[in-house]
């Protein structure tokens, strides 16, 4: 049933539902074609596809061994994802003809994630081996692995050459072009990402954002290091939740097990509001579709699509330099270490993953070991 979810501390950010649809199976994931006209769920037994426009369902594609982990391609025709039954699987189909077009196998471990290069035919997959694979979409073959230090999830970089990638232990970086070298940079924080959830990348390529259990950590995603830490959101750590970035980069929302959504501002550096909402369902997967200023969201069965106020991403206009305060550089920085044993002089110098990705030449990789960022509660 379509709501209108007005508990804001601001009418301008009001959101509304414009429909929502039940579908028969629990939805495990969502995803918005490149061009926004066109939304797809996955669940264990089928695909559905939508009219992003009218929210009208296009088709549902059966999928015997289910589907998590939807992503579309470049050509908006295919989809990829990876099996639920054969957790070691990943598939692409053509919805167009209802025909897979590949198969994608290496070893037996789940595949955990899935990420599409923001440009090119091919993706990266975390695995339950602790390996992350890059993968060539048209020919079906493996291009490279590299390894990480415990099983995770990992993301595309928009500039396409960066791989980052998380697990339990950190944020690591990859470069796609040395991938088997190894992560080039690491990030250790001082509290496991014991609850890891998932991880995004801001837009604008400037954020990279961990959702542990009820804790969102940013970091810069050119020193990979951390800036502020987001709490007072409800989660159970048996419940999926997630969270995407506004099409500016200057907010993201994040889900709770109480099925309201928590918006957060990035350049204040705080919580702004939460929406209330009637359904009690968690919200565990979204996507932010840019092209029509739309939130699609799965909460159980349910698919919403949600529209946004006119000046949505236009309240928070502030430049990314109120994120940079005067003790940080551009290019690099001192981080004071809060972790024993510290060094001598308690500092450690950190190369940026833009200069690192651009003159690597085989140095050891940088880490940053337990910075702690501020801690801001919801408002």
């Known amino acids: 049933m379509a709501k209108n979810l007005s508990d804001c501390k601001n009418p301008e950010h009001n959101f509304v539902i414009e429909k929502s649809i039940l579908l028969p199976y629990v939805i495990t994931s969502v995803n918005i074609s490149r061009n926004g006209e066109i939304a797809a769920s996955t669940s264990n037994a089928n695909i ?23 992503q579309f391609n470049h050509t908006n025709n295919s989809l990829l994802f990876s099996c639920i039954i054969s957790n070691n699987v990943v598939k692409s189909l053509d919805y167009t003809t209802g025909k897979y077009l590949n198969k994608y196998i290496d070893g037996k471990a789940e595949v955990h994630s899935i990420s599409m290069h923001p440009e090119k035919n091919m993706f990266v997959t975390s695995n339950g081996d602790k390996t992350l694979k890059l993968w060539d979409e048209r020919s079906g073959k493996k291009i490279d692995s590299s390894t990480i230090s415990a099983p995770g999830i990992a993301t595309y970089h928009p500039d396409g050459i960066a791989v980052f990638a998380a697990n339990h232990n950190g944020m690591f970086v990859y470069d796609t072009r040395r991938f088997s070298s190894g ?42 290091t951390p800036v502020n830490k987001y709490t007072g959101f409800s989660t159970d750590k048996n419940i999926p939740v997630d969270m995407c970035f506004s099409v500016d980069s200057s907010t993201f929302i994040t889900s709770t097990t109480d099925g309201d959504l928590a918006i957060w501002n990035t350049n204040q550096s705080k919580g702004m509001y939460t929406i209330r909402s009637d359904d009690l369902q968690a919200i565990q997967s979204m996507k932010m579709n840019p092209e029509y200023m739309q939130l699609c969201t799965a909460a159980g069965r349910n698919l919403s699509f949600w529209q946004l106020g006119q000046n949505y991403v236009k309240l928070f206009n502030e430049t990314y330099k109120s994120l940079i305060g005067s003790n940080i550089s551009q290019s690099s920085f001192e981080l004071e270490f809060k972790v024993d044993p510290t060094p001598s002089n308690g500092l450690i110098k950190i190369e940026s993953v833009e200069d690192v990705l651009h003159s690597y030449e085989g140095a050891e990789p940088s880490i940053i070991i337990g910075a702690e960022p501020n801690n801001n509660n919801i408002s």
């Open 48 to 70: 559905t596809l939508l009219d992003a426009i009218s929210n009208d369902v296009i088709q549902v594609l059966p999928c015997e061994m289910g589907a998590t982990n939807l």
């Open 183 to 224: 992560s080039l940079m690491a990030y250790l924080p001082a509290r496991a990402f014991d609850q890891l959830r998932c991880v995004r990348i801001s837009p604008n390529g400037k954020l990279v954002a961990v959702l542990d259990g009820d804790v969102v950590e940013i970091l810069l995603t050119k020193e990979i």
